[in-house]
């Protein structure tokens, strides 16, 4: 079993920065792909970045050049560092773990966490 706890979220203006943190619990998770989805109102979950065990990332075009994805396996912890936010950045973040990068986008697989609000005013 596998404990995820999310911090960072919050209120910030168009244009401003968030640093959302992910701590894991109970698995090796440097074994372990890890990926950041969002959901906002009315839509979608959708999965903006992803990092493999080996370190490789990848992002959501809408996301590219904003956002960085990062782990530090010694501290069994993931981060997305969000810059140059925009109001359609508002959404309920959720870090996800997974033994593989194929279960990381499948929902029957991997372990979610309780999700954190970003809201993104103009």
């Known amino acids: 079993q596998v404990q995820l706890v999310e911090s960072g979220g919050g209120l910030v203006q168009a244009g401003g920065s968030l640093r959302l943190s992910c701590a894991a619990s109970?698995?090796?998770?440097?074994?372990?792909?890890m990926g950041w989805y969002r959901q906002a109102p009315g839509k979608q979950r959708e999965l903006v970045a992803l990092i493999t065990s080996g370190g490789s990332t990848n992002y959501a075009d809408s996301v590219t050049g904003r956002f960085t994805i990062s782990r530090d396996n010694a501290k069994n912890t993931g981060y997305l560092q969000m810059n140059s936010l925009k109001p359609e950045d508002t959404a309920v973040y959720y870090c996800?773990?997974?033994?593989?990068?194929?279960?990381?986008?499948?929902?029957?697989?991997?372990?979610w966490g309780q999700g954190t609000q970003v809201t993104v005013s103009s």
């Open positions: 109970g698995s090796d998770f440097s074994i372990n792909a």
């Open positions: 996800k773990v997974a033994a593989s990068l194929r279960h990381l986008y499948l929902n029957d697989y991997g372990y």
